[in-house]
């Protein structure tokens, strides 16, 4: 199984940005389906985006779409989210996850596995 760390969250204002890392280990991801996920206090599990394996098919959500940039480099096992322009509404815990082949959203059979998560805080 694919063992997943998240990195790079903290506290911006408003219109701020951040780098959040994925560092997988364990197995390669270069055959993976790679996504982001956020989690908000009381809120539920919501999926931000994907990037297909080989790095050339991102996809959104509405609510980080023109904001927000999925990338990967097989090469380091490390997928990335760079976050601009960000809001106090994108203040949440963030995951990233891996699902076998090329899938989209919540139709990929994501890992039972979640890690710890990184903490992003985006004050007004």
């Known amino acids: 199984q694919v063992q997943l760390v998240e990195s790079g969250g903290g506290l911006v204002q408003a219109g701020g940005s951040l780098r959040l890392s994925c560092a997988a280990a364990?197995?390669?991801?270069?055959?993976?389906?790679m996504g982001w996920f956020r989690q908000a206090p009381g809120k539920e599990r919501d999926f931000i985006a994907t990037?297909?394996?080989?790095?050339?098919?991102?996809a959104y959500s509405d609510s980080v779409k023109g904001r927000f940039t999925i990338s990967r480099d097989n090469a380091k096992n490390t997928v990335y989210l760079q976050m601009n322009s960000l809001k106090p509404e994108d203040t949440a815990v963030y995951y990233c996850?891996?699902?076998?082949?090329?899938?989209?959203?919540?139709?990929?059979?994501?890992?039972?596995?979640w890690g710890q998560g990184t903490q992003v805080t985006v004050s007004s």
């Open positions: 996850n891996a699902a076998p082949g090329s899938c989209s959203g919540y139709g990929c059979r994501w890992t039972a596995y």
């Open positions: 364990g197995r390669s991801i270069s055959t993976y389906t």
């Open positions: 990037i297909n394996p080989s790095g050339s098919i991102p």
